[in-house]
């Protein structure tokens, strides 16, 4: 860009001024000391007496030129939001390297504002993004020291609190007196005394409110009970080896957490250790005592509960930014994010169990090799089956070549019934058979087995050789591959003399000849044989 | 250092479904006499047992009007009917078998004289499968199951389909069908059954000493089978029944939707209800017909 | 190497290594038959049923026509197993089995399956309790004390005065399964059978026939009864005894009927153990080389950590048995699944016994003040020739070399001279 400009200044001045290069000579080259300045319309060439001089003035313009462009520039330039531009301006004042930059750049005028923020989107992305992914939580200090006003974060910590300022204050009472209610009920928890708390709430029902167990906070411990992930999550981490992980570094973990709130240390650390094991995956070992004084257990509320929430809340974060606005809105704001978030973990949930819902092992195998057989109207098929079968059962029998049976059904029965009856008096034949007969169907099945050896697993139904009887065929087949093959090398070897150069012929001749004359033998032989074969009647032997 | 010996499944405990022809038709009308047939199978059996505690054999009884288990030997009940002559299994056997002819006798429609009907060798196929799931769904520890078929009458083409169906659902649960066909013609069914499902055909030439052909052959356990050389049959009858009249055919129609079998040209598929197109049809069912009369 | 090997050997093994004389007399006896053909490997027990009929002699030929390339091996174990036996007879005859029907069973009310398998499981929960630990156990079994001794002997081991401490194989014998354990008390048993006047072939023959429901002699069976392996029956006049899964387990392999056996372990990625078992047995044994922690009516929740396992290590037991102790007791649920236990879990317990061994003592000699670097080099190639060079220091001219091959180190070092 800026190349281009000066390009445009040289043709410009060319009369004027023959070589201006730069905007201004350097010290040192044979040049006289020259400053260019641009203007919109032209420009205007300044020779000095001395390189002194001239740093002088360019300093000098260069930040008369750098104001000019902020407020020009930037204005002709584009529409930049507020926003944009406090961001800019924020971003220089954080960061004195791209100021230096800027002003080296921008203010010199090599670059245009826009073209210098081009080149720097991401780091204005990167601020943005950083801005909204990071919620403000609230400070681990706990609720203890808040004012009734500040922020949500009474709210957020205490359901019923909140539900109860929603539906008293403007109409029942003032907010002044809502506040007073609260903390004098918060005294009375302070103090541990059931049976006060007890009293007072049967003298002042809206006390009450504050005094009893948050209801509100039981139904949403019922709820994320329900809400807890059904699926297993087998997949160990680190952080599952807890097995190696001695007991005393958490209950030590835990009791750092209690000493953060000063007030109840002292107290709050033997009942720590009746929730540590509860943290134990949620396995109760020393039971707890707080089973005991069942009819106050209502006014009762623990250390533990109290820490348990506030855990939670400040772990969830602030939902609410706007910490300014009057108590009645920060309430109504936030209820109804509430319901929003719930909604949003809900179809979370819900995803995440159709997710996790397709475990391997319970999906049924889907690589089935066949299809089924789709029948469109089962009924009309079954129908038109049955109606065949009976149809052709007689006709269909009658064209085959069947054994005749000229016997009754009732002889027929009778007879196998009699053979039956027969073994049952009897017993069984015995001896069962002959050691003759045996070793002539063992000798027989092993011939038929050796016979089939070189045919495993073919089925050559194609060939005209199946008419033959297979042992015959079996021997034909074999016989005629070895011949194919031994010919096949004949051939071969003859190849190879030939192939041979001249002066080797006759040493290869000499190796290959023997070899040669044994295979002409064998194929003599084998010629011999199968005319000796097919003289003889091939003797059948039942099996095809 | 001694260590604990690994321990495996052993794969020879088998679980022998054995179909049993009974149909009294074929038995009147054939030279090998079924009392005689029966002692080598009960023989057979017994060996079967023998062989392993936890080996375990079932029977049943093919007739040509009703399928039915004769014998468990997993069962409870085997040990009442005992007359101390013979073994328990025998006597159960021979006592439920007695009970099965009975009954399927007064189930006896009248056929065609002079023929003999097939028996029902799709129901006992049947019948085997559902027990062999049975087996499976007991728990992970189930013997291997195989069926043998003793089959000696003739095949029904009537029952093509749904014999071709227990053959697949066999294959699909790789269950293997071993066929020992006495008949004097080779069974169509039980060559493609075997031949699809991995088992064994085979027809016993000499038929006195079947003992010896069982227990050398079809005793073979699924385990053993792989390190030995058993007879493979060669040539199988693939042909197959048409949907339509149930008769074995060499040529046929094929539905190229659902690939059922017809003999002859329809305008719509009766399985799938596929209309077929009707160029040509009058010729290559002309054609057809020449074929089936020549 | 420990002196006495506990091995799970099959019973079979012990009859196939008998005398002729008294393995032929074995053979008069039809249940003897039947148990032996039972416990032959698969090929072994098809070739005796095909050639049962035969009576001549068949060539050793005609057997292997059928065997495939693969079942080469298998085929020459099996023969081998049958003329071991005697069975197959070479050249002269082959041996054949007399057929026995099974006798009629007596009908008698008889306990149920269940009941029998139970009451059986219990007896014999009850001897290895009383077998390691006689002071736990409330119920008493009356086994002699001195056949408990014999039965102890290899397994325990006490040091005056002090509880008595499982020893290195008896740590191996409880992990082994319950078919084999019975093995190696029947073993013992028989081998000591001499001592009290019984003679071994008839207690042999005795064991095979209870398999096949014989009645027989009255001691023993008081002896078995206690072992869980036959259960008395009081009748009105006579009493019997009826034999149970455990004995009927005698005449078949070892592998067919532990594997039946449901398993109750579940190991998590976690480290974590869960047995669903009310027994206090199996209670015993998890305790050997895990952290039991609770222990519920039907349930026991363990972990496996470094020091329950190193507690393990050091009586001897491995982390191979460890881990197959619990495959094969995988629960059903999570047996079917590969691997059983966790890969973590296996890697983990082996890791941890690998870190015991990490010093290997190999005995060796040290060489230095070498003459000269020749000298030096040459003993160095000399023992790196034989495969013996452990360490060496060329700098210094220091030389290790194992014991074995000092001869040759020597030899070369005088020759040098």
Redesign the interface.
Known sequence: MSAAQQVVKRAKYKTTVKDPGHKHTKEGSNKPPWLNLVHSQGSYIFEFESFPDLHVCRELVGIALSKHVETTKVVSDEQLSAAEMTLRIKLLQENSKLQKLHKELVASGKLTESEFWATKKKLLDQDESRKLKQRIGFKNSLIFDTKPTSDGRIFALKPAVHQAFLNFVPSKMSEVDFWNKYFKAEYIHSTKNTIAAAAEAAEDEDLAVFLKDDEILENEARKKVRRVDPTLD???DQG?????LPVGIRLRKFCFTISNCSRYSANGYPEGIGEITELDHG?FRDGSKETSEAQNTLYRRTLLQDLNRQSEVVLEGKTLDIDTEHPRTVAEVLARRKQESDGVIEEERRNRISKMAQIE?LQAQDD???AP?????PR??FD??QA??VK???D???G?E??????S?????G???K??????TK???D?????E??????????K???S??S???K???ESVL?ILP?TI?EKLLDARRLKDAISQIDSKLEEIKVSAKSDLRHQVSLVVHPMQQALEAALLHYDADEKKRSAKVPKP???? | MASVPSKHYTDDISLLVVTLD?N???????SF????F???V??FLNSILLLGQLNQVVVIATGCNSCSYVYDSSSDRNHASTNG??PAI??NL??N??EF??K??QL?TA???????SSLLSGALSMALCYIQRAFRAGPMHPQPRILCLHGS?DG??QY?AIMNAI?SAQ?SSVPVDSCYIGSN?SAFLQQAS?ITGGIYY????L??????LS??FATDLHSREYL????????D?RASC?????TIDMGYVCSV?LSIFCEHHDKC????SVFGQTQSDVASADSRKRKAS | MPEVRIIAKNFMDMVASMPAMKLDKLYENAFICEAILRSLPPLAKKYVL???????P?SAK?LA??VLPDGLSKHKVAVDRLVQLRVFVEALDSGTLPRESMPSNITVRLPTLEDLETYALAQWECFLLHLISPSHVDKTLNISSSLMKVFQRRLLSQRDREAPKLTESGFQFLLMDTNAQLWYIIREYISNSEERGVDAGDLISFMLELSFHVIGERNIIKDLADLGLVKLQQGRKESWFIPTKLATNLSVSMTESSSRKEGFIVV?????VYAYSTSKLHCEILRLFSRVE?QLPNLIVG????ESLYNAFENGITADQIVSFFRQNAHPRVAQ?IPAVPE?VTDQIRLWESDLNRVEMTEAYYYDEFPSRDVFEGACDCAREWNGLLWEDSKKMHLVVKSEVHPYVRDFLRRQK
Request: glycine share 4%; net charge neutral.
């Open positions: 087998m997949e160990a599952d080896d807890y097995t190696h396995i092992d089935h090799p066949f057989l789709s029948i469109k109207d009309d098929y038109s089956q065949n079968a052709t059962l007689d269909s029998l009658a085959k069947t054994l005749r049976c000229n016997l059904s009732e002889q027929v029965y007879s196998l019934r053979s039956i009856s027969n073994i049952k017993g069984l034949k001896p069962l058979l002959s050691p007969v045996a070793l002539k169907v063992l000798s027989g099945l092993t038929n087995i050796s089939t050896k045919n495993l697993g089925s050559s139904q199946d297979s065929k032997n039942g099996y095809v | 009974t009294p038709f074929f038995w009147s009308t054939f006499h079924f009392s005689e029966l002692s080598q009960l023989a002559t013979m025998y006597s021979l006592h078998l007695d002819v009975a399927d006798q006896t056929h065609k004289p002079g023929t003999v009907p003739t083409p009537e389909v697949f699909r080779n031949y027809r016993p030439p000499q006195d000493g079947l003992f010896q052909y050398t052959v050389r058993l007879p493979k049959s060669l040539g199988v693939f949907f339509c009249h149930k008769q659902c009766s399985t799938c209800s | 095909q050639l049962l009929h035969i009576d001549g068949v005609l026509e059928w998590e990625t976690n480290f974590r609770y972990a496996i950590t470094k699944r973590n």
